[in-house]
């Protein structure tokens, strides 16, 4: 018999909730981050470690946002953090992302590129 004495506490998880463009609301998923993520790197030279961390950044993100986020809002961290790693797939994302058409939206994400970031 064990002398030792064990108690549990409950407590409330907070899930964050993102808003879809169609309106939807969602369950915030770092899984469904990490595989669009993984997706716009995939065959790139990018350590695991960054992408740990840019999902890990992501989460944090999302769950100190309150109760409800935009995957916009989601998608632009995404591309912020995805622009400091890696341009190709930056690009890779952004072109599902902003739904790219044709090879000027290529072209005017590539100067974009070239220009300073806020941070």
């Known amino acids: 018999m064990c002398s030792e004495r064990f108690s549990t506490y409950e407590r409330p998880i ?6 879809k463009r169609t309106g939807e609301l969602q369950p915030f998923d770092s899984a469904k981050v990490r ?16 992408i740990a961390n ?8 999302a769950h100190a946002g309150g109760a409800q986020i935009t995957a916009e809002d989601i998608g632009q961290r995404v591309l ?9 797939g930056y690009l890779r994302f952004a072109s599902v992302y902003k739904e790219f058409q044709g090879a000027d939206d290529f ?12 941070h």
Not at 54 to 61: A, G, K, Q, R
Request: net charge negative.
């Open 14 to 19: 907070v899930v964050a909730m993102v808003r």
């Open 35 to 50: 595989r669009g993520i993984e997706n716009a790197l995939a065959d790139r030279p990018v350590p695991e470690e960054s």
């Open 107 to 118: 072209e005017r994400e590539m100067a974009a590129l070239d220009e300073p970031t806020d």
């Open 80 to 88: 912020s953090g995805l622009r400091a790693i890696d341009e190709v």
């Open 54 to 61: 840019l999902v890990s950044e992501i989460d944090t993100f």
